[in-house]
């Protein structure tokens, strides 16, 4: 579904980071550019 596509990837801390959503769309076949996790408040 993602094949060849290029994503960047914003996690939060608190919540879903950014590691797990970077897996599950590798797993999709995405091309991971840049990944970050952060705290927002």
Do not use: P, W
Request: glycine share 8%.
């Amino acid at each position: 579904m993602l094949e060849h596509k290029k994503v960047i990837v914003f996690g939060e801390r608190d919540d879903i980071s950014g590691n797990t959503v970077s897996t599950c769309l590798q797993a999709a076949g995405a091309e991971i550019v840049y990944e970050s996790t952060a705290c927002f408040v």
